[in-house]
């Protein structure tokens, strides 16, 4: 199997549920005790950027919308606050959800929120629509860190980064759907290589002979995000070379058979 040459992370505790788990195990306890909703990942510079993004970009405030890693619901609470209404927020850390849940339910906000590991269900939306607008703040970099990815190219087989791909596209409205993500492990030319043609299997999960799909193509599917715009960081300077701390990046769904 051909998979896309891209930067290879060593594997991070980061990528793991445990991990995770601890953290907002540890955040509930402190939202308890004194009111503290926890880490803003990345800094509020990057959930104002993102939800700056969203106000110029997208009119309808009623736009169905979900964000993938939520965690505490921070981002979703200032979209809310921004006036849009249609707001949902997944993780697969029950202890992101229970904090998300008890923020939104101090303040009173109509935000519905589910544990769920997209990864492994990537139809868990279903029977319901897909989703018009589609955030990430840090969980495709956590992915990124998963110990499976190493172990998948080895074997030439879907890992945790494309499997990431698949199940946004599964989830994304294909003609209007937007996907907003952000990220400080990859640079905005990196998102856009690696979105923009994923070489994937159908159903190579449920197929009884692997090596029959590394030598048919007949199995193959792309999967294509168009790049549709970026935000703009400040910019530093460093050895001769120009960047940013953190790129945010949109695309558009496309999906050649």
């Given at each position: 199997?051909?998979l896309?040459?891209?930067?290879?992370?060593?594997?991070?505790?980061?990528?793991?549920?445990?991990?995770?788990?601890?953290?907002?195990?540890?955040?509930?306890?402190?939202?308890?005790?004194?009111?503290?909703?926890g880490?803003?990942?990345?800094?509020?510079?990057?959930?104002?950027?993102?939800?700056?993004?969203?106000?110029?970009?997208?009119?309808?405030?009623?736009?169905?919308t979900?964000d993938?890693?939520?965690?505490?619901?921070?981002?979703?609470?200032?979209?809310?606050?921004?006036?849009?209404?249609?707001?949902?927020?997944?993780?697969?850390?029950?202890?992101?959800?229970?904090?998300?849940?008890?923020?939104?339910s101090?303040?009173?906000?109509?935000?519905?929120?589910?544990?769920?590991?997209?990864?492994?269900?990537?139809?868990?939306?279903?029977?319901?629509?897909p989703?018009?607008?589609?955030?990430?703040?840090?969980?495709?970099?956590?992915?990124?860190?998963?110990?499976?990815?190493?172990?998948?190219?080895?074997?030439?087989?879907?890992?945790?980064?494309?499997?990431?791909?698949?199940?946004?596209?599964?989830?994304?409205?294909?003609?209007?759907?937007?996907?907003?993500?952000?990220s400080?492990?990859w640079?905005?030319?990196?998102?856009i290589?690696?979105?923009?043609?994923?070489?994937?299997?159908?159903?190579?999960?449920?197929?009884p002979?692997?090596?029959?799909?590394?030598?048919?193509?007949?199995?193959?599917?792309?999967?294509?995000?168009?790049?549709?715009?970026?935000?703009?960081?400040?910019?530093?300077?460093?050895?001769?070379?120009?960047?940013?701390?953190?790129c945010?990046?949109?695309?558009?769904?496309?999906?050649?058979?």
């Amino acid at each position: 199997m051909e998979l896309p040459e891209v930067q290879d992370f060593e594997a991070s505790k980061l990528g793991t549920k445990t991990y995770w788990d601890t953290v907002y195990d540890r955040e509930n306890e402190n939202f308890q005790e004194i009111g503290d909703i926890g880490e803003i990942w990345f800094g509020e510079e990057s959930v104002e950027k993102m939800v700056d993004w969203v106000t110029e970009n997208i009119s309808d405030t009623h736009i169905r919308t979900v964000d993938l890693g939520c965690g505490n619901g921070h981002l979703l609470i200032e979209l809310h606050d921004a006036g849009y209404d249609n707001l949902h927020g997944i993780d697969y850390s029950e202890s992101a959800i229970q904090l998300a849940d008890a923020i939104a339910s101090q303040r009173q906000l109509p935000i519905t929120y589910r544990a769920v590991d997209f990864l492994s269900s990537p139809d868990w939306f279903l029977p319901h629509d897909p989703y018009d607008l589609v955030l990430d703040k840090g969980t495709y970099d956590a992915i990124s860190l998963h110990p499976d990815q190493a172990r998948a190219k080895e074997l030439g087989i879907p890992g945790p980064r494309e499997k990431y791909i698949e199940s946004v596209h599964r989830m994304i409205n294909p003609k209007s759907g937007l996907f907003l993500i952000t990220s400080c492990n990859w640079t905005q030319e990196e998102l856009i290589d690696n979105f923009k043609s994923c070489k994937n299997y159908k159903n190579y999960k449920n197929h009884p002979d692997y090596s029959l799909i590394l030598t048919h193509h007949h199995y193959f599917f792309f999967i294509d995000f168009r790049y549709h715009s970026n935000v703009k960081y400040p910019v530093f300077q460093f050895g001769g070379h120009s960047g940013s701390k953190i790129c945010t990046v949109a695309f558009t769904p496309i999906t050649k058979e």
